[in-house]
């Protein structure tokens, strides 16, 4: 009874911190996103420069990124050549700070509702790339749902009250680098047997987009900088918006670390619906039924897509498993015959 009772208060406790984890994630990811709005939004804190805020990040995330492992040693950092980094970190480091630009720079065009509507088309995106590097097996099925996804997004954007062509090319935009980073990073590090949690990517990636951005940075947002003498840099609200994306990545690592990756795909679902019900009330952007119905449409085949890959996935678990029980059972036989033989020699001898 008591260790029956200690077993189901194990899996409660389990419970609870799976939930837990999950819940911090969608609250910061929450916070980041507002936040960033805020930051850049004409209408709120009225600061557009979707370059030097990802800079600002990147720039925090590489020092304490770099005082975590460095000089704290809470985490262990990844051996990598020269010719490994510059071949593989670099690129996905160009590519993760193109979509940060993008996707920052479409919260002065777009809504937050709106925003998170376009991103349900990123499995599209990842799969579309994914098959066009031959990382993906191309399924009649599978791109008859990224179409439903397509078409789900394309009615949400029709119903959009507060269309901007610009702001949805830029988001667009967005959801092609991420996509092309995430299948970048299967090829370039995965496959080297590279792996790299949200705080040794921070280390490697982060001071490379920081290099990327200022170029365009000294081009498209110093010369107004300058010209803006009344601005004064706010160390309170740019020092906590940089500690909750910071934040972010820490939540990712305990999220995919404890939980899995699935999880998170589920909680981002979650979060995202939040997101528009919050745009809706608090910031009082427009959401019309068509708005709704179009991300209902694209949900449902996000929804699809998660289960098929989570069949997918436990499939070939189950597959690995019997291969391993088979290989374990030949063993079992090849040294049952051995000593068979063996006791037999004995006897005749």
């Not at 994914?130 to 191309?138: I, P, Q, R, S």
Request: positive net charge.
């Amino acid at each position: 009874m008591g260790k029956g009772g200690s077993l189901s208060e194990g899996v409660v406790k389990k419970i609870l911190l799976s939930y837990s984890y999950v819940a911090i994630w969608i609250f910061l990811s929450f916070t980041v996103i507002v936040y960033n709005k805020y930051i850049l939004d004409k209408k709120m804190y009225n600061w557009p420069f979707p370059i030097s805020l990802t800079m600002i990040h990147m720039s925090f995330c590489s020092t304490l990124a770099f005082l975590l492992i460095k000089v704290f040693k809470v985490v262990e950092p990844v051996s990598m050549s020269r010719e490994v980094f510059l071949s593989s970190v670099v690129p996905i480091g160009a590519l993760y700070s193109l979509s940060l630009w993008l996707s920052n720079s479409a919260y002065i065009y777009l809504s937050v509702s709106f925003i998170q509507m376009l991103k349900a088309l990123m499995p599209v995106a990842v799969y579309s790339i994914g098959v066009l590097f031959k990382k993906e097996g191309f399924k009649t099925d599978t791109m008859v749902n990224m179409l439903s996804i397509s078409f789900g997004v394309a009615i949400a954007a029709y119903g959009e009250a507060r269309f901007d062509t610009w702001g949805v090319m830029l988001q667009l935009g967005a959801v092609a680098f991420e996509a092309t980073r995430l299948v970048m990073i299967q090829i370039l590090l995965t496959s080297k047997g590279i792996t790299l949690n949200p705080i040794t990517s921070l280390y490697y990636v982060a001071p490379c987009c920081f290099v990327f951005l200022l170029v365009p940075w000294i081009f498209v947002e110093l010369p107004v900088l300058r010209e803006t003498s009344s601005f004064h840099f706010d160390f309170f609200v740019f020092g906590t918006n940089s500690l909750c994306a910071f934040a972010l990545n820490l939540a990712v690592f305990l999220l995919v670390g404890k939980t899995s990756a699935l999880t998170m795909n589920v909680a981002g679902v979650v979060k995202d619906w939040l997101l528009i019900a919050f745009s809706w009330s608090v910031i009082k952007d427009t959401v019309t039924p068509i708005n709704l119905f179009g991300y209902g449409l694209a949900f449902l085949g996000v929804a699809y897509y998660n289960h098929s890959k989570l069949q997918a996935l436990k499939a070939k678990e189950a597959q690995k498993k019997s291969a391993q029980a088979d290989e374990e059972a030949g063993r079992l036989l090849e040294e049952r015959e051995g000593e068979g033989i063996g006791k037999k020699s004995e006897s005749q001898g």
